[in-house]
T-cell receptor
Framework: SAVISQKPSRDICQRGTSLTIQCQVDSQVTMMFWYRQQPGQSLTLIATANQGSEATYESGFVIDKFPISRPNLTFSTLTVSNMSPEDSSIYLC???????????FGPGTRLLVL | GENVEQHPSTLSVQEGDSAVIKCTYSDSASNYFPWYKQELGKGPQLIIDIRSNVGEKKDQRIAVTLNKTAKHFSLHITETQPEDSAVYFCAASNGAAGNKLTFGGGTRVLVKP
């Protein structure tokens, strides 16, 4: 498996502001993903973070709202831009190890937008 | 795209009894089916997975079965304990489509002492 950390673990933000969430892995991984989990709901994939190139977004998610960076094989960031209360969710990163389908999740970032 | 349905949404069992959660998927190309356990305030933790070339897999008190023809798979927890109380998610992915996971809606399991 892999040890995954996320920063911050939680935050309370004002509407209209932006928050950048960091995901750090203790080993090089091939795949990194970002998910959103709205209160009491399941997980929805936002995008695949591609190392050295633009992220691949799922239907309903756009780069202007959720810009993603992945400068190397162990680190990625997700920014939630121009936040509204509807963005209040848990944001989770997950990683896939080389040659394996298995994904491991970080602890999540709990975001509350007022 | 893939659609995963999960039932029941809540499940209450007496300690020591068995719990069964069922999922169906729509995309016949899906070939990997993990199960995650999420405790309050934590990220999902992989507890067991199964690939499409296997019909059943067991790990101590946890087992998963897969019926490719019917496109459904199930999680079985035997001899449940209070620490099994959590939300459980099934998921499906297709390696040829980038291993993106599609999750079921989740099952909240409560094990009563």
């Amino acid at each position: 498996s892999a040890v995954i950390s996320q920063k911050p673990s939680r935050d309370i933000c004002q509407r209209g502001t932006s928050l950048t969430i960091q995901c750090q892995v203790d080993s090089q991984v091939t795949m990194m993903f970002w998910y959103r989990q709205q209160p009491g709901q399941s997980l929805t994939l936002i995008a695949t973070a591609n190392q050295g190139s633009e992220a691949t977004y799922e239907s309903g998610f756009v780069i202007d709202k959720f810009p993603i960076s992945r400068p190397n094989l162990t680190f990625s960031t997700l920014t939630v831009s121009n936040m509204s209360p509807e963005d209040s969710s848990i944001y989770l990163c997950s990683v896939g190890l080389p040659g394996r389908e298995t994904q491991y999740f970080g602890p999540g970032t709990r975001l509350l937008v007022l | 795209g893939e659609n995963v349905e999960q039932h029941p949404s809540t499940l209450s069992v007496q300690e020591g009894d068995s719990a069964v959660i069922k999922c169906t998927y729509s995309d016949s190309a899906s070939n990997y089916f993990p199960w995650y356990k999420q405790e309050l305030g934590k990220g999902p933790q992989l507890i067991i997975d199964i690939r499409s070339n296997v019909g059943e897999k067991k790990d101590q008190r946890i087992a998963v079965t897969l019926n490719k023809t019917a496109k459904h798979f199930s999680l079985h927890i035997t001899e449940t304990q209070p620490e099994d109380s959590a939300v459980y998610f099934c998921a499906a992915s297709n390696g040829a489509a980038g291993n993106k996971l599609t999750f079921g809606g989740g099952t909240r399991v409560l094990v009563k002492p």
